[in-house]
């Protein structure tokens, strides 16, 4: 949590931003695993942590914009509930640390919303995306579910972006912080990978690294000797010698914000010729891309020129073939690089993609492409000074994604599959750092994580 007066001045810049009206913002509540009372783990919605800082469940906050007033709606436990939770503060007590001047009881927000109705006033609110915000949306707005998406703000939603895409010293250190966890977390597990082990040994290891350091997982563990089945989040595969593994994970710090880390590990503790060659072109798309951002670069260019230099080296190899520009941009290269360049990296591991990647990834009026791979970037607008973005270039060698190309002679002035048949066991191959654009450049956030291939060996000796 950080001082009280930053939480002030987010909302008054909130308030500026969108004008008038009231600004309706829901915080998450329990959801039950199996039945209500054996709950998954808590999780707070990350723009109300933003402005609210409240990491409890079953809170709501209303910014009334015209009168300048903020109010946390919800209800003081009883002592029938303390019996099971111990003393916890009141609803009073969770405003202070974010400055919030008033408190209400949750019942009060029906008739805070409904008088604002009558009065024709507006009620920003953000797009839900769990169901229990848009029945309760529905309830308090008397709007069929249908329309909650188009009475959603589109002020509110940029307004919030605006905000969350420009990260203070302060979330850069938080950042760094769980990054720092972590490292630890990539030694052990090069230190732990070995042939006869199974994947969930390796993702022991990084729980137990990230529950010492008091951190959650900020998404599922990515773990496997199948990395090219790219969120694979199975882990019961056996490791043998001459597997490759590709690790893909991150941590959340007490404040929320995560790390999202990837880093591709020999199982026998060196690459084979033909792995280290594709890990090789790996790491050098992913220097390049790193030496490119900077501020009023487009990130799709960054991502573009990977595709180039993977063009290239799989070209080199005898893999691709033709002229490497004309490859890209019909789209071959997706065949080896399906997946976008990065994302930007912050109170979410996909940095409030439940706004929207049109507001937080894209300029105003800039069209996603339609093209396979280059479709699923979810960061192409021009870099600014505090975004802070994750670089995760990767080849895969997916034998349905062949199989089908392949069958319908798809690009094959581009792509030479007979070549692409001894390839065909290769998997996957993905390096992954989180990087800061600076004023004039960038910083790659956090102490180093081995990543060449003489470090990456050296670390799996342990
Ligand atoms: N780290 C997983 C992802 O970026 O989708
Ligand atoms: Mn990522």
Request: proline share 4%.
């Amino acid at each position: 949590m950080f001082d009280p007066a930053i939480y002030r001045e987010r909302r008054n810049r909130l308030k500026k931003d969108v004008g008038s009206g009231l600004i309706l913002l829901l915080g998450n509540d329990e959801v039950g695993m199996n039945y209500a009372a054996n709950t998954y783990h808590f999780r707070q919605d990350s723009t109300f942590l933003y402005f609210f800082a409240v990491n409890q469940p079953g809170l709501a906050a209303v910014i009334d914009v015209d009168a300048g007033t903020e109010t946390l709606f919800g209800d003081d436990l009883t002592v029938a509930d303390i019996v099971w939770t111990g003393p916890q503060p009141t609803i009073a007590d969770y405003c202070k640390p974010a400055a919030i001047a008033a408190s209400a009881s949750a019942a009060a927000l029906d008739a805070c919303i409904a008088t604002a109705i009558s009065q024709g006033r507006r009620i920003h609110f953000l797009k839900p995306y769990r169901t229990e915000h848009t029945l309760k949306l529905v309830s308090l707005l008397g709007i069929k579910p249908t329309m909650v998406a188009t009475y959603r703000s589109e002020v509110l939603h940029k307004a919030v972006v605006a905000q969350r895409n420009i990260k203070s010293a302060a979330e850069v250190a938080d950042i760094e912080r769980a990054i720092n966890v972590s490292r630890e977390m990539y030694l052990a597990a090069m230190a732990a990978a070995k042939p006869g082990k199974h994947e969930y040994e390796v993702v022991a290891e990084i729980l137990r690294i990230a529950k010492a350091r008091d951190c959650d997982l900020s998404f599922p563990i990515i773990c496997s000797v199948h990395g090219e089945t790219l969120h694979n989040h199975q882990h019961a595969n056996l490791m043998k010698s001459g597997d490759v593994m590709v690790l893909d994970s991150g941590v959340e710090t007490v404040n929320k914000y995560a790390s999202d880390i990837t880093r591709t590990i020999p199982v026998s503790g060196t690459f084979t010729p033909q792995q280290r060659a594709i890990y090789e072109m790996v790491l050098r798309a992913q220097m390049l891309a790193i030496g490119a951002v900077k501020p009023g670069v487009p990130y799709k260019d960054v991502h573009l020129m990977v595709a180039r230099s993977f063009a290239t080296d799989l070209k080199a190899v005898g893999l691709m073939k033709g002229d490497a520009d004309e490859a890209v941009a019909a789209g071959a290269h997706a065949m080896f690089f399906p997946h976008g360049l990065g994302h930007m990296l912050g109170l979410d591991v996909h940095d409030a993609e439940n706004i929207g990647e049109q507001y937080v990834g894209y300029e105003p009026g800039e069209e996603r492409s339609t093209q396979f791979g280059l479709g699923y970037l979810r960061l192409a607008r021009k870099l600014e000074p505090g975004f802070v973005l994750t670089v995760e270039p990767g080849l895969y060698f997916i034998p349905a994604l062949i199989d089908q190309w392949k069958a319908e002679r798809h690009l094959e002035q581009f792509i030479n599959y007979a070549e692409v048949e001894k390839y065909r066991d290769a998997r996957g191959y993905r390096v992954e750092d989180n990087v800061l654009v600076t004023q004039s450049g960038h910083t790659v956030l956090g102490a180093a994580i081995p990543k060449t291939v003489a470090d990456v060996e050296q670390a799996c000796k342990g």
